[in-house]
């Protein structure tokens, strides 16, 4: 890993959680519609998750995620400024091939069959990245202003500062990433060494 970026990628606050506590590790990402050239594309392989509060459905999640939102969304926060603690680097890149396929994977995310439904239906044309990440938690919480160019429907914000990534800890342990990645590949039908 860097020992320092600028670079941070939009997601969902739940799914950020999510991937700090080490319950998730694919992400499902077709992109917003305000994309470098109209579609998604993975621009980095290494950045800090950005959570945003924009968007979250709550009938797009799992049902043990769905009181976890309405607490998340309970709390008191100020929207002129966003916390990063967490950074993540991408394993492998797959493009899904349908909603079979990435239903049965549903258990390395916090996602259900609707989400991944909606997912393949916008913009049909376009593809559907499956991104396997293994995720820091960082030794401490930056905050940050939000600026005017880190908002709207886009996965990529490039910050206005540099962030260190030193004493960032895996939120799996690498023996047990090791296992879950496997087992994701395969339920995927990828080669264990994709790239």
Request: aromatic share 10%; charged share 20%.
């Amino acid at each position: 890993m860097q020992p320092a970026s600028n670079q941070a990628f939009k997601e969902w606050a739940i799914a950020c959680e999510a991937m700090k506590e080490g319950r998730q590790i694919l992400l499902i990402r077709k992109g917003g519609i305000r994309e470098e050239g109209g579609v998604f594309t993975v621009q980095h392989r290494e950045f800090f998750l950005m959570p945003t509060y924009e968007h979250q459905n709550a009938r797009l999640l799992q049902t043990e995620w769905v009181l976890r939102l309405e607490a998340l969304q309970a709390q008191p926060r100020d929207p002129n400024h966003v916390l990063i603690d967490t950074c993540a680097v991408v394993d492998t890149v797959l493009i899904a091939r349908d909603e079979e396929q990435v239903n049965a994977a549903l258990g390395e995310t916090i996602w259900n069959a609707r989400y991944v439904r909606e997912r393949f239906n916008f913009n049909p044309y376009d593809p559907l990245y499956l991104l396997v990440l293994r995720v820091y938690n960082l030794p401490q919480t930056f905050t940050l202003p939000v600026l005017p160019e880190y908002t709207g429907c886009r996965s990529w914000v490039t910050l206005s500062q540099t962030l260190p990534t030193e004493g960032a800890t895996p939120a799996i342990p690498d023996a047990e990433f090791a296992l879950r990645r496997a087992a994701l590949l395969n339920l995927l039908g990828a080669p264990g060494n994709a790239p």
